[in-house]
């Protein structure tokens, strides 16, 4: 432990902190994808259930979001591994 | 309209495609070549897509239809476990490679100690768990079959039969896996056939799927904006999730995900390159959104299309066939029927890995008495074991469809299914986080979790009364009303689904944990799980085998029959030129058995592998060495402690010599402390009798002259004697410094002598008489004459002082002894007393009192001086009077001069 520096060059440092990221991800996506059960449902007395095409273009736009930064950060840390 | 023949036919065609893409790619594969497709990233992602089955394929539309958006939980769980990669799955393909794993049975077995009971337990749920879900498949392949049998209105030959359809469904699938799945022995070898046919499945399966919902979409709904508004109007248009169910169900798929046999298969098993997992973190998302994306427009379309009473989990091929698209109905069938095997297929192979490695192996090598030595090639017995096994699951998952009689929702098997595999979830995580984690507590866990999951999901699954009785559901089991399956502990009203995963997995895991804290790990368990846990620390595996008396033909042999003789030849040879031994078979190094239990346990799993060595190596043999290596805390502990150990030591040693310096420095000053009072004793005792005898001639007036004379002279003597200690003193420092120059020159051994009793006897008023041997005395010597001189005029001066004899006489004889010429001085007193002999050589030493001539220096010096010499010096107590015998070495010169001497002695 002692032996690595406290601090990294620039690059070193993006490097880790795209990793961060990458351990993130997940856990941003399970958020955004817990956020339904906070939606009015159809059982729920007096209220009218979120339409289903609103659930739908949520929940497949959070798949693609997470896709998307999923594709951009493994082509930043095959970058830098290069 | 396609009829079922036409449909048959085409089926038929594809299956041929398979068969042959399988074997071109096994052949490639043979000829090394066409890597950069069978070892790619894209293939590895398709690989993966054995996840989405028929279940997935058909049933998510007819899930969909029923509870609205909550099949999507089924892609999110396992699309997170993807995205969030670096967590779980990069350390699962780093250790599944590094041990070689064959299975996710033999994973946690190879975890726990390499334990057999282990990966029987394991094998046996995942058999249990894993068969309806086969059934599910041949169930799935069957019924779209009869749909399209129902649309060609009995236009065939006969009523479709779908028993005998089923039966062949599963002989079909099982040739396919025994012919391509077991073609290799080393389970860890990719399978290229199977993985190269799933991949094109899986690409089948997304065309087709994408093409019924892009027809459902522009076709029939006629856009999207068109599509959404009729989803807001259907029956399923507005959103109504139970929260609990939506939160369990991802966190479920996603165990299920990593745990599922199959998955473990083409995640671990069949990995070719970590790298791969990376790529596959966005591309499998992105393959699993694909394949849910037109779920709900085809539900819809298919809600509004279809009859009401129509199976909904068959929409993806009932409303193209309704819209009179035969083609696109066919490609659907295509997809579906390809979902089911692709699925049947690596389920079967992973499943009869584990029941040959872990059940039929073992029960074997029991069986056969003398184990693992005997001769016989074990690789058929293997290969055997494991299509036996093929056979064996394709036949309970055909059996368990006919039992089930082919009812139920394909979802609801689907999720028993998952429920039962997850179990393994909590053995697992803990197994590669955790070193705590022990066998004790993997097999309560699993117990409990497999038994709750059992009681709660799996029997209530056949229906009220079928297996578990209706009281049961009702009264609890024996009556007791908190053990009811869907309430169990009183907690009602939750949904059974998230009943069973609550219950079977927190209760799971906490018998895991508690009883993992509980007990002790055996040794070898202790070695996988710091393997495990620190996959990513360790650059060298810690060793498992002591070093023992075993033969390397022993193992070749076993080797041989378990590799092959090619393979094992070339793995010895590696291992031999890897040793320096080059044409001789390796030394069983502790380092070359572990990596041979390594080759063993990819083709016959940990447990199996490491019996078998244990046979030859005499009993699971780990040292207290590797005992060390497991307890890594210990270890460096015990690392510290020794150079602790070492510094300490060191210090010790210093301190010694220290104080070893110490007293010598306390003798030095000892010895300064007297010599400074002998010398100041020495000094002021003629100082004395000069002050005294000067204050005399000054203060007496009058005096005789003769009184002044003999006082002037008494002043005299003294103040000679003080200059002759003085010039000791300085002679003797010169002499002790090493300071002093000697003036070699050569002369005979008879003028030294000549002159020195000359000398003596004018310095001396006593009488002495001298007895010499000249003609013995000519010997010529090359050394310093002056101070041999000096040596001699001190020796005979004493000898004139002290010897007390009525007539004095002092014998000087000379004789050659050894190279060595020996002056002896013996004159006819009492000689030295006993107890002062050994003190003559030192300072200040004096025999006898009151004479008060010399200052004891005398004796001192001529020692130095006969060292310089390179002679010695001895006082002779045996003999006769005072004796005193110097001894000289004779140089080249002297040495030559000495033989004619003593030639010319002997005349």
Redesign the interface.
Same mark, same amino acid.
């Given at each position: 432990m002692s032996r690595n520096p406290i601090f990294l060059e620039r690059k070193s440092y993006r490097r880790r902190r795209i990793?961060d990221a %990458? =351990?993130l991800?997940?856990?941003f996506?399970?958020g955004l *994808?817990?956020v339904?059960?906070m *939606?009015? =449902?159809? %059982?729920d007395p007096g209220a009218?259930?979120?339409?289903?095409?609103a %659930?739908?273009i949520y929940?497949?736009a959070v *798949?693609?979001m997470?896709?998307c930064l999923? %594709?951009v950060l *493994?082509w930043r840390? =095959?970058r830098a591994e290069d | 309209m396609v009829s079922l023949n036409q449909l048959i036919a085409v089926c038929l065609i594809y299956v041929a495609g398979l068969f042959t893409v399988a074997f071109v790619a096994e052949r490639a594969a043979l000829n090394g070549q066409g890597k950069w497709l069978l070892r790619s990233p894209l293939v590895y992602t398709l690989s993966l897509s054995i996840y989405c089955t028929a279940w997935t394929f058909y049933g998510a539309v007819g899930y969909a239809v029923r509870s609205?958006?909550e099949y &999507?939980t089924i892609y999110?769980g396992p699309?997170? &476990?993807m995205?969030?990669w670096? /967590?779980l799955l990069r350390r699962l393909v780093r250790i599944g490679r590094r041990q070689r794993v064959t299975s996710v049975a033999d994973l946690i077995s190879s975890r726990y100690g390499k334990s057999n009971t282990l990966a029987i337990v394991v094998t046996l749920m995942a058999v249990i768990g894993v068969t309806p879900y086969i059934a599910l498949q041949l169930q799935s392949v069957t019924l779209s079959l009869s749909i399209f049998a129902a649309s060609d209105g009995g236009t065939a030959a006969q009523p479709f039969n779908s028993a005998r359809a089923a039966f062949l469904v599963a002989a079909g699938l099982a040739v396919f896996t025994v012919l391509f799945g077991t073609r290799n022995l080393n389970a860890n070898d990719r399978h290229h056939g199977v993985v190269i046919a799933v991949a094109v499945e899986a690409v089948v399966k997304l065309v087709a799927l994408l093409a019924v919902g892009i027809f459902v979409v522009w076709g029939v709904a006629g856009g999207v904006s068109e599509t959404?508004?009729r989803?807001?109007t259907?029956p399923?248009? #507005? /959103?109504? #999730?139970d929260?609990g169910r939506?939160?369990a169900l991802?966190i479920l798929a996603a165990a299920a995900f990593v745990c599922l046999p199959r998955m473990f298969q083409v995640l671990v098993v069949e990995n070719d390159d970590e790298r791969h997992l #990376?790529?596959a973190? /966005?591309a499998f998302?992105?393959y699993l959104?694909l394949m849910s994306?037109f779920v &709900?427009p085809i539900a819809v379309v298919g809600l509004d299309l279809m009859p009401t009473g129509a199976n909904p989990d068959f929409f993806v091929l009932s409303v193209p066939l309704s819209q009179g698209q035969s083609g696109l109905a066919t490609l659907s069938f295509l997809g579906g029927f390809s979902s089911a095997t692709s699925m049947v297929i690596v389920a079967t192979l992973a499943l009869s890995t584990m029941v040959s490695n872990h059940i039929v192996m073992p029960v074997w090598l029991a069986l056969r008495k003398g184990g693992a030595q005997q001769s016989g090639d074990v690789r058929n017995v293997v290969i055997l074991a494991r299509r036996l096994s093929i056979l064996l699951i394709i036949l309970l998952g055909y059996f368990y469809y006919r039992l089930s009689g082919g009812s139920g929702a394909l979802a609801a098997i689907g999720l028993i299914s998952f429920g039962g595999v997850a179990q393994f979830l909590p053995a697992m995580l803990g197994g590669i986080f955790w070193r705590g984690a022990t066998r004790s507590g993997a097999l309560t866990g699993l117990a409990v979790g497999f038994s709750i999951w059992a009681f709660t999901m799996l029997l209530p699954s056949f229906g009220e009364g079928s297996v578990l009785s209706r009281d049961v559901f009702e009264q609890g089991l024996f009556g007791l009303g908190w053990l009811r399956p869907q309430a169990l502990f009183g907690v009602a009203g939750l949904d059974p689904i998230v009943h069973a995963v609550w219950w079977s997995l927190s209760l799971n895991t906490f018998a895991f944990l508690i009883v993992s804290l509980c007990s002790f790990p055996n040794p070898l368990e202790r070695l996988q799980g710091a393997q495990f846990v620190n996959v990513f620390d360790h650059a060298n595996p810690a060793q498992g085998w002591s070093r023992q008396a075993v033969g390397s033909e022993d193992l070749m042999i076993m080797a041989q029959r378990i590799l092959g003789a090619a393979e094992a030849q070339g793995f010895f040879d590696r291992w031999a030129q890897h040793q320096r031994r080059p044409k001789q078979l390796p030394e069983a190094t502790p380092d070359f058995v572990q990596g041979l239990e390594r080759e063993l346990a990819a083709s016959v799993g940990a447990a199996t592998a490491h019996a078998m060595i244990a046979q030859i190596m005499g009993g699971a043999a780990v040292s207290v060495q590797d005992l060390l290596a497991v307890a890594d805390e210990s270890a460096q502990i015990l690392e510290y402690s020794s150079q602790l150990e070492e510094k300490s030591h060191e210090l010790s040693e210093t301190a010694a010599q220290l104080r070893e310096a110490n007293e010598k420095l306390t003798q030095l000053s000892v010895q300064k402390d007297i010599f400074l009072s002998q010398i100041s004793h020495e000094l002021r005792t003629p100082m004395t009798s000069i002050r005294a005898f000067s204050e005399i001639l000054r203060d007496t007036d009058e005096m005789s002259s003769d009184e002044q004379t003999h006082y002037a002279s008494i002043i005299h003597s003294e103040a000679i004697r003080l200059t002759r200690l003085l010039n000791d003193l300085l002679d003797l420092s010169v002499l002790e410094n090493g300071e002093v120059t000697l003036n070699e020159n050569e002369g005979t051994l008879r003028a030294v002598i000549e002159r020195s009793v000359l000398t003596a006897r004018a310095g001396s008023g006593r009488v002495i008489r001298i007895v010499r041997q000249p003609e013995l005395e000519e010997i010529t010597l090359i050394t310093d004459m002056d101070r041999l001189s000096q040596v001699f005029i001190n020796l005979i001066t004493n000898a004139i002082k002290y010897c007390d004899a009525a007539a004095p006489e002092l014998r000087i004889s000379v004789a050659v002894h050894e190279g060595a010429v020996r002056v002896v001085f013996q004159d006819n007193g009492r000689g030295i007393p006993d107890e002062v002999q050994k003190f003559i050589f030192d300072k200040f030493a004096r025999v006898g009192t009151g004479e008060g001539e010399g200052a004891g220096l005398g004796l001192s010096i001529c020692r130095e001086i006969v060292g310089r010499l390179g002679g010695t010096v001895q006082y002779l107590p045996e003999a006769q009077g005072a004796t005193f015998r110097v001894s000289l070495p004779i140089g080249t010169k002297a040495g030559e001069s000495l033989e004619k001497t003593g030639i010319r002695a002997a005349e």
């Open positions: 990793m %990458v =351990r991800l997940p856990l996506g399970l *994808w817990l339904p059960l *939606w009015p =449902r159809q %059982v009218d259930g979120l339409a289903m095409s %659930v739908l929940i497949f *798949w693609l997470l896709i999923c %594709v *493994w840390t =095959r | 609205g958006m &999507v999110l699309s997170l &476990v995205i969030g670096w /967590w959404l508004n989803i807001d259907s399923i248009g #507005q /959103w109504r #999730q929260g939506w939160a991802i #990376q790529t973190s /966005w998302p992105l959104m994306l &709900v």
